[in-house]
């Protein structure tokens, strides 16, 4: 290959990647105007935290670890002197997970595994890329009937959420493209944990504290 072939190679990767990184950028530019919604959200999962409540996180698939990587931010913060909080996914233990699936079908794994182990006090967070699958739906709705604060993040149409089931927060990724979806979704989960250790900062705005 001689220098100008090189060059001009060069020049096209260098193109592709500045188009993948301004997808991206459009992306996020498009995220800061959810920054409302996202602040209302951490308020309420504050003040729950502050009664004594916990986070429970679930999700499929990719989002299986999306709310695995919520739980273990709560309770182990990577920040040090950033308070520990109670959190779980229901999607750690294989054996429940499975044996709920082979016993009462998959749609009810979220469902059942709420009515035993959450209490009203608690927050529910359900991810989905894009239109959230009939296990989150419930998820959330058996949540909701429960007295959890209910959160979903989803990606692309989320129009399928807001019809199935009355949930408290409904934050967006504001793109299409699923690996895009997963990284604002990461972005918003992040911004969820620090916000919230910004109100446990303030418990003057939160009202009594219930719990230990």
Excluded at 16 to 25: E, G, H, N, S, Y
Excluded at 30 to 38: K, P, Y
Excluded at 110 to 133: E, N, W
Excluded at 158 to 177: G, I, K, N, Q, Y
Aim: hydrophobic share 45%; with cysteine; glycine share 8%.
């Amino acid at each position: 290959m001689d220098s100008t072939s090189k060059v001009q190679q060069t020049a096209a990767l260098s193109q592709v990647a500045a188009d993948i990184f301004q997808r991206r950028r459009m992306a996020g530019l498009a995220l800061v105007d959810q920054a409302e919604a996202i602040a209302l959200a951490c308020y309420d999962m504050a003040q729950r935290f502050h009664q004594g409540g916990k986070l429970i996180a679930f999700g499929n698939g990719g989002s299986s670890t999306d709310a695995q990587h919520i739980a273990v931010e709560f309770v182990h913060p990577v920040m040090v002197g950033k308070r520990a909080l109670p959190a779980i996914s229901l999607t750690n233990d294989i054996t429940t997970l499975t044996s709920l699936a082979q016993r009462h079908g998959w749609h009810d794994v979220f469902a059942y595994q709420l009515r035993y182990l959450a209490q009203p006090q608690d927050v529910a967070i359900g991810i989905s890329q894009a239109q959230p699958d009939q296990n989150i739906l419930r998820g959330i709705g058996a949540a909701k009937q429960m007295g959890l604060l209910t959160i979903a993040l989803t990606g692309g149409n989320s129009d399928a959420m807001a019809a199935h089931t009355a949930v408290d927060h409904l934050l967006v990724a504001p793109a299409e493209e699923p690996q895009i979806v997963k990284e604002m979704q990461g972005t918003i989960y992040h911004i969820l944990w620090e916000l919230v250790h910004v109100f446990l900062a303030q418990p003057g705005l939160l009202g009594p504290q219930e719990g230990p």
